[in-house]
Every structure is written in structure tokens, then in C-alpha cells.
């Protein structure tokens, strides 16, 4: 480690804003919308960024601060901005970098929501997107155009747990002179940091791995200060910020952040090996099995392998159906990242109105099943997989 630079559970745990006057030892919930001035003087400097200093929980707020900044040294990015939401963050980041006519480069597994920005409401902005397979990356070149400003992957993709490979990605994005935006929800901060492998923004859905336990919604994004500037003055305009509330909790969540991840890994892994023994499992993805496809990547840019398990049952969408059905104790959610196990069919859910081409092109097959494994007892959960199964 470098000189001073802490441990991540330390970071994670040390990293709080400035004690108050009260001399509190966990950090307050500040439940304001806005802030007060000693003085004209003090309200005009302030409001030309002339003093740095929260102005209006729209803008800022020291529970917001705090979560950013945790999250920015996790990441080792240089700034960040918090958004409601994982979309508002995914979306506000699009908007800033964008402008009518220009053209993005993304894998074609992306996250229902985004695949809806891409096709629905970017064309009216008559902003195109061209999807290269995962499997595909030598490909991505040809789909570059004169008007292309980035690339946006996910890694490892939702639902069908493919990994990319960020350094491959980094690679094509300098010699075209792009940005390379990565959505890095499922590994977090703690598994995987894009920006050591070239990454200049990196999203997460905070609401998932970070919150931990399904309470609160919330999306960040970091990386360089330049960049991070004008999405903070796109989004202090549009008002996509995070609350303080949320911020607080998440900031709290992110402390237990290694600890819980460490066990959803472990956990995940001993599941999708007695997955691929099952006979009626046709196949199953997660990166820290040999088995994945990408393997060897997903063990260069991974610390561990997540906590999603992608599976496909034999018998297409009904059997999918039947075996949500059957699920006793794990969750029917649309959610994931929580301490209670989730499982979700995407072909029938989440992914029902994307066009089979674009499915397919995902990796997103008619039985496929993705489980987001939780904290209970590993055997509690594989017993409730198999009597599903059986």
C-alpha cells in the first residue's frame, strides 16, 4: 500500500464528514434542504463557488458528501456526484455527455432500463446506439463512427453474468480518442475498479450490493473531475440528487460493504458449483467458475466473483415459470444485492418486451434463471433451489 493509504474495510469505515459541535461518534442525519449565510458577503461567494460549501441538499448535503466521497476512494476516482436512483445516474451521465446526433457504442447486455433509453428515448434526440456482442470485442471497432463519444459496457453483464475485458475495452477507446464508461453494479467497488484499467466514469446502482438490504434507493457516479463537473451541473439543474436519508443509509451500508460481499461470493460460488451438477441445468455462468468462458478475465480484474449466478432450466419459459413457482423460502424479486436470496426469469419478467434478437444477442435465453444469492445458509439456500428443480 502506499504511504497513508488505508485498507478498503478501513476507508470504508474511517471516511465520515466533520464532527459537529455535539461531538458525535456516528455521523447525524442532516435533514435539511437547505443551508444558512453569515452574510451577504459569505451567500455571494458561496453561490460563485468562489468558497466552497453545501448551498442546497439539490446541489449538496453532508450525509450526500460523505457517501460520495466514500465511494470515491473506493473506486479511485477523483470526484463523483449521487442520484436517486441507479437510472438517474445511468441517464444523467448520458445526457451530459451527449448531444443530438452523436452515436454510442454499448455491449448488447445491458440492463432492461437502459436498453429502453438506448431504442425509446435517445432516437427522438436523434442519438444512435450500436450494440456489439460480448463475445465479439474485436468487433467494436467497426461499429465506431466519426460522431461516437463513448463506450459503455456492463461487467459482469445483467442478467447473463458475461464478463468484458476492461483493459481490452481501454485499449479501443484511446486509439479512437472515447471515453469508456463502465457500469460495475455487480462487482462494486470492493470486487473490481475500472479506472485502474483505463475506465474514465464508472455507475452504480447503489440501491443493489451497496444497501445491502433492499431499504433504499440511490446511483452514483465517479471518476474524472472534469467529467464529474459537468454532470454535477447538468444534474443540479434537472434535480436527480440523492436524498440525505438515503445517502446516510448507504453511507452507514458501505462500512459492512467487504464483509457481507465476501460471504454473497462465498456463498455464490458453492451454489453455482452444485448447479452444474444438477441434471436438469443445462448450464450455468459465474465468473469464478472455471466453466465461464471468460475465466481468466474475471480473475485479472475480480477480487471474487460476485454474488449473481445465471442458470438455465431445461424446458424453456414455462419451465422458467414453474420453477419461480416452486421457490419456497428465496424471494420473487426484481431487485438484487439484498441478504435475502432473489430469483428472478428474466424472459419472462424483467426482459418480457425486449425483442427476441436483442435477447438472444445478451445472452438471455427462454429458461435461463439469474439468482442473486443472499446471506442465509448456503444449504438453505441450495435446498430450496433443488426442491424447486426436482
Request: charged share 25%; net charge negative.
Amino acid at each position: 500500500m502506499k504511504e497513508n493509504k488505508k485498507h478498503f474495510e478501513t476507508e470504508a469505515i474511517r471516511t465520515q464528514s466533520e464532527t459537529t459541535q455535539f461531538s458525535e461518534h456516528s455521523v447525524p442525519l442532516y435533514l435539511t434542504s437547505g443551508f444558512v449565510f453569515d452574510d451577504a458577503e459569505e451567500m455571494r461567494a458561496s453561490f460563485a463557488e468562489e468558497k466552497q460549501r453545501d448551498l442546497y441538499s439539490r446541489y449538496s448535503n453532508p450525509n450526500v458528501n460523505e457517501f460520495v466521497d466514500k465511494v470515491c476512494l473506493m473506486e479511485g476516482a477523483e470526484a463523483g456526484f449521487a442520484f436517486a436512483s441507479g437510472m438517474a445516474a445511468v441517464f444523467s451521465t448520458f445526457a451530459t455527455l451527449l448531444n443530438a446526433g452523436d452515436h454510442v457504442v454499448s455491449c448488447s447486455s445491458v440492463f432492461g432500463a437502459t436498453h429502453g433509453l438506448f431504442t425509446k428515448y435517445f432516437p427522438k434526440w436523434n442519438i444512435e446506439c450500436s450494440y456489439f456482442n460480448i463475445n465479439e470485442v474485436e468487433d467494436i471497432e467497426s461499429l465506431i463512427k466519426p460522431n461516437t463519444k463513448f463506450i459503455y459496457a456492463e461487467t459482469p453483464t445483467n442478467p447473463g453474468v458475461d464478463v468484458l475485458d476492461l483493459e481490452a475495452l481501454s485499449i479501443i477507446c484511446k486509439k479512437h480518442n472515447l471515453l469508456l464508461v463502465i457500469d460495475n453494479c455487480f462487482a462494486t467497488p470492493y470486487l473490481q475498479n475500472p479506472i485502474k484499467f483505463g475506465a474514465d466514469l464508472v455507475i452504480h446502482s447503489a440501491t443493489k450490493l451497496m444497501d445491502g438490504q433492499g431499504r433504499v434507493l440511490g446511483g452514483v457516479t465517479v471518476g474524472k473531475k472534469e467529467l464529474i463537473r459537468e454532470i454535477y451541473l447538468f444534474s443540479r439543474l434537472t434535480g436527480p440528487s440523492m436524498s440525505p436519508f438515503n445517502a446516510w443509509v448507504l453511507s452507514k451500508s458501505l462500512e459492512t460493504l467487504a464483509i457481507r460481499v465476501d460471504k454473497h461470493c462465498e456463498n455464490a460460488l458453492k451454489l453455482a458449483t452444485y448447479l452444474e451438477s444438477h441434471p436438469k441445468v443445462k448450464w450455468v455462468k459465474y465468473p469464478f467458475l472455471k466453466s465461464h468462458p471468460k475465466y481468466d478475465i474475471a480473475k485479472k480484474q475480480m477480487r471474487l466473483g460476485g454474488n449473481i449466478v445465471a442458470f438455465e432450466v431445461e424446458g424453456g419459459i414455462e419451465a422458467g415459470r414453474t420453477f419461480l413457482d416452486a421457490i419456497k423460502m428465496c424471494s420473487l424479486s426484481a431487485n438484487l444485492g439484498d441478504t435475502r436470496t432473489i430469483v428472478t426469469h428474466p424472459a419472462s419478467t424483467t426482459h418480457a418486451k425486449v425483442e427476441p434478437e436483442v435477447k438472444a444477442a445478451a445472452g438471455i435465453s427462454d429458461g435461463m434463471v439469474r439468482v442473486s444469492v443472499g446471506l442465509e445458509h448456503v444449504d438453505d439456500i441450495i435446498k430450496d433451489l433443488k426442491q424447486a428443480l426436482d
